[in-house]
């Protein structure tokens, strides 16, 4: 039904990656699974979402960047395509603002849910299915190096605190609570 969906909004081609063998796997299985898949596919940028629903790790997208040998950018909320170099000049998402960061294709990306408004749905489309190849030792329970016994939610973050100091009392403040981390 999701492949469906997509087809209405304008996908040109979808593959549904389905097996028993997946089952139970952990980050690393999964890319493995997926860049599998990837590798018989010719594309100049492959876009991931920021991180799955259920674990939370946001591990996924950049793991197949690096089975595939590609650069990767995370928390991207908007990017344009820079035809005189094959490049994107992207705007990644930082906890106190954003980076601008130049990046050369082929690449992987994963993005905000704000860096893009979906189509529209339109009528028509077929799902096509396609085999992957890939050993078996490195798909799901067997390809995880990783056994998950418990997962929860990550709390709300407490609001952050506002100082107003001169030059050297902030240069204290930020010492002091660095060595309270025990960063230092």
Sequence with gaps: AILREAYAMGVDRAILLTDRKFGGADTL????????????????????????????TAQVGPQIAAHLGLPQVSYVKD????????????????????????????????????????????????????????????????GSPTKVKKSFTKGAKQAGKVFELEAKEAVNLIVEKLKEKFVI
Excluded: C, H, W
């Excluded at 130049?102 to 396609?130: C, D, K």
């Design 79 to 142: 990017m344009q395509y820079n035809t005189e170099d094959n490049s994107l000049t992207i705007k990644r998402v930082v906890e106190d603002g954003y980076y601008l960061v130049n990046v050369q294709l082929p690449a992987l990306v994963t993005v905000l849910s704000e860096a893009n408004q979906p189509r529209y749905m339109r009528v028509g489309g077929i799902v096509e299915a396609f085999d992957i190849t890939i050993d078996p030792a490195f798909i799901g329970l067997n």
């Design 29 to 56: 299985a999964t890319s493995n699974t997926i860049a599998a898949a990837l590798r018989n596919i010719e594309a100049d940028l492959i876009i991931a979402g920021r991180q799955a629903i259920d674990g939370d």
